[in-house]
């Protein structure tokens, strides 16, 4: 099971990643994916090994985006690829069978693309705009999720992600997304996890993704 709450990591440091890191492990978060931009691959690296350690101390998933052989070097729970990333048919070959995949998905296209190359969940966005990243795409909105879920029909889990607050959650878990990534969601106040998590784990959300994959079989 992939946990249904996501905390991509945020800083203008690499420390600062780290520090958030330990702060939402500290705080119940079960999945970290570790994003760092803009840096060289051996800090990156550097880094992933000191997520591994913060991560492992928690029992807390830890998810490398992009660099899928710095994530299996550290022996990461897995990899998060975007649409510009390795193609997750050349990670798998390079994984551990155990590590799982993720991808970015915008469009109803992207989505079956990422499907037919089998990644274990896929992260679906923007919700709306947000700074955390840049050459953002198309904002999909609550209408954008109920279109795409709708025709995809699938049982792959599918994370809602791009500015995400508290008070979506309600209204996104309607249209049958499995999950939900944050990132300035969470860093701004660490005890939101707690209120995501109660959000996510109650009964409403296991009905609707029933009721959904039921009415579309």
């Known amino acids: 099971m992939i946990p249904k709450l996501?905390?991509?990591?945020?800083?203008k440091?690499?420390?600062?990643?780290?520090s958030n890191i330990q702060n939402a492990c500290s705080s119940g978060i079960e999945l970290v994916q570790l994003r760092?931009?803009?840096?060289?691959?051996?800090?990156?690296?550097?880094?992933?090994?000191?997520?591994?350690?913060?991560?492992?101390?928690?029992?807390?998933?830890?998810?490398?985006?992009?660099?899928?052989?710095?994530?299996?070097?550290?022996?990461?729970?897995g990899v998060h690829l975007g649409q510009n990333d390795t193609c997750p048919k050349t990670a798998r070959r390079h994984l551990y069978s155990w590590q799982i995949i993720g991808g970015t998905a915008n469009t109803l296209e992207q989505a079956q693309e990422l499907i037919a190359k089998k990644v274990d969940y896929i992260g679906m966005g923007p919700f709306r705009f947000t700074l955390t990243?840049?050459?953002?795409?198309?904002?999909?909105?609550?209408?954008?999720y109920v279109t795409i879920i709708k025709k995809l029909n699938t049982e792959t889990p599918i994370i809602a992600i791009g500015g995400i607050t508290l008070e979506d959650v309600p209204d996104i878990?309607?249209?049958?997304?499995?999950g939900i990534a944050a990132s300035a969601g969470i860093t701004r106040d660490f005890n939101n996890i707690a209120h995501f998590k109660k959000l996510l784990d109650g009964n409403v959300q296991e009905q609707v993704w029933t009721a959904f994959k039921h009415e579309n079989k």
């Not at 996501?6 to 800083?11: C, F, K, W």
């Not at 803009?38 to 985006?65: C, D, G, H, M, Y």
């Open 6 to 11: 996501h905390y991509i990591s945020q800083g």
């Open 173 to 178: 878990l309607k249209t049958g997304v499995y």
């Open 13 to 18: 440091t690499v420390d600062e990643h780290l």
């Open 36 to 77: 760092l931009k803009k840096f060289e691959e051996p800090a990156v690296l550097k880094a992933a090994e000191q997520a591994r350690e913060i991560t492992s101390r928690f029992q807390t998933r830890l998810i490398i985006n992009d660099y899928y052989k710095i994530a299996k070097e550290v022996k990461a729970d």
């Open 133 to 144: 990243k840049a050459n953002l795409s198309p904002v999909l909105g609550v209408d954008g």
